[in-house]
């Protein structure tokens, strides 16, 4: 079962997103902090990440140039962000995300952007 790392600080959304992953046959990992998640993500216990944006702890940039330069990290990742909150998509995209949705979303819009990246990282 292909894993899904969420980086969310919101019970709410957590609980619908796990709902709906494991509707598609995906399994949610939950990650309590940014640094929780560079962890999983060293450690290639997971095959995508969705991070929200505002992190508390670490800015979405910081934590995707971790992953991407000093873990070396090539998982797919998806930011969620505000329909507001455009100029950190966009920051984020260039820091080496690799797709978005803004919130609140579509949960079918979600997995399709899950399975379209999924399958182009397995190839």
């Given at each position: 079962?292909?894993?899904?790392?969420?980086?969310?600080?919101?019970?709410?959304?957590?609980?619908?997103?796990?709902?709906?992953?494991?509707?598609?046959?995906?399994?949610?990992?939950?990650?309590?902090s940014p640094g929780d998640a560079l962890r999983r993500v060293h450690d290639r216990s997971v095959d995508l990440v969705l991070a929200?944006?505002?992190?508390?702890?670490?800015?979405?940039?910081?934590?995707?140039?971790?992953?991407?330069?000093?873990?070396?990290?090539?998982?797919?990742?998806?930011?969620?962000?505000?329909?507001?909150?455009?100029?950190?998509?966009?920051?984020?995209?260039?820091?080496?995300?690799?797709?978005?949705?803004?919130?609140?979303?579509?949960?079918?819009?979600?997995?399709?952007?899950?399975?379209?990246?999924?399958?182009?990282?397995?190839?």
């Amino acid at each position: 079962m292909l894993k899904v790392l969420i980086c969310e600080q919101r019970p709410i959304l957590l609980t619908v997103l796990e709902y709906r992953l494991r509707q598609y046959g995906l399994q949610m990992v939950r990650a309590r902090s940014p640094g929780d998640a560079l962890r999983r993500v060293h450690d290639r216990s997971v095959d995508l990440v969705l991070a929200d944006v505002c992190q508390p702890e670490m800015n979405i940039c910081t934590f995707i140039g971790l992953m991407r330069e000093d873990i070396g990290s090539t998982i797919p990742i998806i930011v969620m962000a505000e329909q507001e909150n455009r100029a950190a998509i966009v920051a984020a995209l260039e820091a080496g995300a690799d797709d978005f949705v803004f919130q609140p979303f579509r949960p079918v819009e979600l997995i399709l952007r899950i399975e379209i990246l999924l399958e182009k990282s397995l190839k």
